[in-house]
Nanobody, 123 residues
Framework: QVQLVESGGGLVQTGDSLRLSCAASGHSFSTYAAAWFRQTPGKEREFVAAVSWSGGDTYYADSVKGRFTISRDNVKMEVHLEMNRLNSEETAVYYC????????????????WGQGTQVTVAS
């Protein structure tokens, strides 16, 4: 069993940066892929970025490539999402997820989810 707790959300201005963190507990976390998804009211949850269990491979949605960076520290059991040049359309609740994902972009591939952290980007 893995528990995930996100932090780092908040209110920023368009063009600002923000760093989200996800603290994991559970001894098997280091064997799972990890990802960030986001969701706005009335819309489906959207893939943002994923990292393989080792941290050696990363995957990004086209809309965030070059601006966002996902990383993990299996010793500290943390996953981070560095977000740069944010825009108002990226206002959403951001969720951390972990699981034995083969298709990293599918939320159904992840077994464990955090409660989410709100990111609001003011225009």
């Amino acid at each position: 069993q893995v528990q995930l707790v996100e932090s780092g959300g908040g209110l920023v201005q368009t063009g600002d940066s923000l760093r989200l963190s996800c603290a994991a507990s559970g001894h098997s976390f280091s064997t799972y892929a990890a990802a960030w998804f986001r969701q706005t009211p009335g819309k489906e949850r959207e893939f943002v970025a994923a990292v393989s269990w080792s941290g050696g491979d990363t995957y990004y949605a086209d809309s965030v490539k070059g601006r966002f960076t996902i990383s993990r520290d299996n010793v500290k059991m943390e996953v981070h999402l560095e977000m740069n040049r944010l825009n108002s359309e990226e206002t959403a609740v951001y969720y951390c997820a972990a699981g034995t994902a083969l298709d990293y972009e599918l939320e159904t591939e992840y077994d464990y989810w955090g409660q989410g952290t709100q990111v609001t980007v003011a225009s």
